[in-house]
């Protein structure tokens, strides 16, 4: 009786149910976007661009169109990397068919920077299909920072925290 507790606890977490979040991994309260346009645009281009992602060994171009050419890759594992070739070549050889990313369903924040575009935060999952799955998924953290431009949005800042 307890696993099953545990098992549906678990799945109302990944759900994002409100309330069910731990602490740890909840951002702002009560979160309302200034600007509902601007959260609806991010929300949708970040649902495209980690469709690319999680396609990417069919979509790589598609993926890697997103990303601006001066773009900077924070990640707590890796280190920053500055190349987008180098960005999009790692993804190919680590992440294509091996690797899938979840939203946390509600987590996403987006905030408007004037003159240049917005920052999304938020919260997701990582899923890799070449080793077992863990009884509980962990819940990273992200920072995109979007740069609106004459060729459309582009991710030009990335942090990804796991």
Request: charged share 20%.
């Amino acid at each position: 009786m307890k696993s099953k507790l545990k098992f549906i606890i678990g799945l109302l977490l990944v759900a994002g149910v409100p309330g069910l979040v731990p602490a740890q991994y909840q951002l702002r309260r009560n979160y309302k976007p200034e600007d509902t346009a601007l959260y609806n645009t991010i929300v949708r281009l970040d649902s495209i661009f980690f469709a690319a992602y999680n396609s990417c060994q069919f979509n790589l171009d598609k993926y890697a169109a997103f990303y601006s050419d001066s773009l900077e890759f924070y990640h707590d594992q890796s280190g920053l990397n500055r190349s987008k070739a180098e960005v999009v070549e790692a993804t190919k050889e680590n992440i294509c068919g091996k690797v899938t990313r979840e939203l946390v369903k509600g987590s996403i924040e987006v905030y408007p920077i004037k003159g240049y575009g917005a920052v999304e935060i938020g919260l997701h999952i990582f899923h890799n299909n070449q080793e077992p799955p863990p009884k509980t998924p962990k819940i990273g953290r992200f920072v995109l920072v979007w740069q609106q431009t004459a060729d459309g949005w582009k991710i030009s800042r990335v942090i990804s925290l796991h």
